[in-house]
């Protein structure tokens, strides 16, 4: 199986005749986006070298990405870029070319359970292990990698301290109750959760460095963190939070997922999934991002998390403000960007356009509206007690 996955992971795609006229498909198709190459608008791309041509047509998104951190083109605002792109559905305007990375990204994810056990630990690896120091630069002073809440907001530092009271909220904390966080990240709820509410919190991690640091964050508090995959956990909780970590868990694990959390919460206690979502079901993932950002992930619809909740808990609440997090990745950005200067020392110019073309091509994703970001309540179904939403 692995060796399978091993040849299908370097096939590679080339069409001589596309590529030989590929300045002008590419312009035909931009242009349903109004995009122009080489135009003068601030969303349109400026082309420094032919082979980006070349390196679309044979892995499309991916080489897209590549050729942006090889310096081959440039854009002077990627988030509008990106947004116009995802509005035009240019995957789907493009399929003749697109076709085979499309289809190659289904049966990846159809085949291959990319988020077994054995590969859990991958992406705290690959990205939450990329530098503290990055993402202290670019977070919030409590490092919260999620979307913040902005309401009533001006600020990112408000914005995710409203989510966090917000989600705080929704859980109904109470003092003494024991909360269970699944992903918790460098354990910013954690704290919140420990310190303004009075609960007692697990919280558990793939990241060895989220742990370390979440661990010197949280020192002196009723708080136990541990490095382990969600589906190893045992006990019972009042509550249970997670936030940012469904995006991981993959579709052919979200009934053990549920399985799991349904094992863990207590008979009248509350479960709250704070989760990015597709507006309509794609069976793959973006190959840049796999490659780059996240490995393994795969975004759920909301059909794909009903069906795995159903007969599993009651949904008492589903919130979307997936709009919100345009404005939070372009917070962001600015943060890092400011950051650059005493962060190059460390890391290379095409880390920084990785980076770069990471959190804006993710913020078109959310202002085109493809991308959206929800918070469930879920209960167990012999809860007697009505759930009143909270906003």
């Excluded at 399929?95 to 630990?121: C, M, P, T, W, Y």
């Excluded at 003092?175 to 697990?202: M, N, P, Q, S």
């Amino acid at each position: 199986m692995k060796r399978e996955q091993q040849s299908l992971d370097q096939f590679e795609y080339k069409t001589p005749d596309l590529i030989e006229h590929a300045p002008e498909i590419l312009t035909s198709l931009l242009k349903k986006a109004d995009v122009e190459i080489n135009g003068d608008r601030h969303w349109d791309i400026r082309v420094f070298d032919e082979e980006v041509y070349k390196r679309v047509f044979s892995s499309w998104s991916l080489g897209l990405g590549e050729s942006y951190m090889d310096g081959q083109w440039d854009s002077d605002h990627l988030d509008e870029l990106f947004t116009r792109l995802l509005r035009t559905d240019i995957d789907s305007a493009a399929i003749g070319i697109a076709k085979f990375r499309l289809v190659f990204e289904h049966l990846r994810h159809r085949l291959f359970n990319l988020q077994s056990k054995d590969r859990a630990f991958q992406v705290g690896e690959r990205h939450y292990d990329a530098g503290n120091d990055v993402f202290e630069a670019m977070l919030d002073s409590r490092m919260i990698y999620s979307c913040g809440y902005w309401e009533n907001a001006t600020d990112l530092e408000q914005a995710q301290f409203d989510k966090l009271d917000l989600i705080c909220r929704k859980l109904k904390l109470s003092a003494g109750e024991t909360l269970l966080d699944i992903g918790c990240g460098w354990g910013g709820l954690a704290k919140f959760a420990a310190e303004r509410y009075g609960v007692h919190v697990t919280g558990v991690t793939v990241s060895k460095e989220q742990l370390a640091l979440a661990k010197e964050r949280c020192k002196g508090l009723p708080i136990s963190l541990i490095l382990q995959d969600y589906r190893e956990l045992q006990g019972s909780f009042d509550k249970i939070v997670s936030v940012g970590m469904f995006e991981h868990v993959g579709p052919k694990n979200y009934e053990i997922y549920f399985d799991t959390a349904k094992r863990l919460l207590a008979p009248k206690g509350l479960f709250l999934l704070h989760s990015i979502g597709l507006a309509t079901t794609s069976q793959g993932t973006d190959p840049w991002i796999d490659k780059y950002i996240f490995p393994n992930g795969k975004l759920p619809s909301a059909r794909e998390i009903a069906d795995a909740v159903e007969g599993r808990f009651i949904i008492e609440d589903w919130h979307n403000f997936g709009q919100d997090y345009d404005r939070t990745l372009m917070a962001w950005w600015d943060r890092f960007d400011q950051a650059w200067p005493r962060l190059q020392s460390r890391y290379n110019r095409r880390f920084y356009l990785m980076w770069k073309y990471y959190l804006l091509c993710c913020a078109g994703f959310f202002r085109s509206r493809q991308g959206q970001l929800w918070q469930l309540v879920l209960t167990h179904a012999e809860r007697a007690e009505t759930y009143r939403s909270i906003r």
